[in-house]
C-alpha cells in the first residue's frame, strides 16, 4: 500500500516552460487535491476534485490547471511557469466522508528561474 | 468563507513543560477540525480531529486538543514535550455548511522542544 504518491519529487523549470505533477493514490479515494505550501503562509489549495471527470477551484488557482480522467490520479499542470509558481506541491486524498482526515504525499519541490 | 488563524509563528518550550499551540477558526456551518504535523521535507500526517462530542479529543503520540465554540478555539495541547515533538504544526478547518469539500489550513507554527 504506497498511499499517496507524488511524481516527480524536484524540479527546475525555467520562465514559460511547462510541465505536469503526477499524484496517485492506491487506497480508492473519492477527494484529492492540489495544494502549494509556501513560507509563512501555511497550505493553499490550488484546485480540487470530488470525483472522476469532475474538477474545481480552491484558493489559488490561477496558472494551474488540473484533470482527473482516472479515479486514482490527479495531475497538475503548469502551463507556462512563473517564478511565483516556486513553491512545494502537495497532493492529497480523503474518502468522501465529512469527518475523513487527508492523506498527503510527500511533496513536490518546484523551482521556477 | 472558512479560514484559521494560527497566531503564533513559532511556539518553545522545554521539555517535560506542558505545550499549547493556538488555533481559532471561522465557518458558516458546523466546524470539522483537524491537526496535522510535519516533519522536514516530508508531507503532513494526521494527529486529530474534531467532528463532534466531547470538547477533549486525544490523538497521536499524547497530542490532544480543546474544542470551544463560544471562542471559535481548537488549541493543541501535550501535557509533556518531548525534543522529538519539535515539528510544523498545522490547524485545518472544514465547513460543514458548504458541503464540506474543502479543507483550509491555517499558516503552521513551529514547534521547538528545547532538552
Known amino acids: 500500500n504506497a498511499g499517496v504518491t507524488q511524481t516527480p519529487k524536484f524540479r527546475v523549470l525555467k520562465t514559460g516552460q511547462s510541465m505536469t505533477l503526477l499524484c496517485a493514490q492506491d487506497m480508492n479515494h473519492e477527494y484529492m487535491y492540489w495544494y502549494r505550501q509556501d513560507p509563512g503562509m501555511g497550505l493553499r489549495l490550488i484546485h480540487y476534485?470530488?470525483?472522476?471527470?469532475?474538477?474545481a477551484k480552491g484558493e489559488v488557482p490561477d496558472g494551474y490547471n488540473v484533470s482527473r480522467l482516472k479515479k486514482q490520479n490527479f495531475l497538475l499542470g503548469l502551463e507556462s511557469a512563473a517564478p511565483s509558481q516556486t513553491s512545494v506541491y502537495f497532493c492529497a486524498s480523503r474518502p468522501q466522508s465529512l469527518g475523513s482526515p487527508l492523506h498527503f504525499g510527500n511533496g513536490t519541490r518546484l523551482t521556477v528561474t | 468563507a472558512q479560514s484559521v488563524a494560527q497566531p503564533e509563528d513559532q511556539v518553545n518550550v522545554a521539555e517535560g513543560n506542558p505545550l499549547t499551540v493556538k488555533c481559532t477558526y471561522s465557518?458558516?456551518?458546523?466546524?470539522?477540525l483537524f491537526w496535522y504535523v510535519q516533519y522536514p521535507n516530508r508531507g503532513l500526517q494526521f494527529l486529530l480531529k474534531y467532528i463532534t462530542g466531547d470538547n477533549l479529543v486525544k490523538g497521536s503520540y499524547g497530542f490532544e486538543a480543546e474544542f470551544n465554540k463560544s471562542q471559535t478555539s481548537f488549541h493543541l495541547k501535550k501535557p509533556s514535550a518531548l525534543v522529538s515533538d519539535s515539528a510544523l504544526y498545522f490547524c485545518a478547518v472544514r465547513d460543514g455548511g458548504t458541503g464540506g469539500f474543502k479543507t483550509i489550513f491555517g499558516a503552521g507554527t513551529r514547534l521547538f522542544v528545547k532538552a
Open positions: 465557518v458558516s456551518g458546523n466546524p470539522y
Open positions: 476534485s470530488v470525483g472522476e471527470g469532475t474538477t
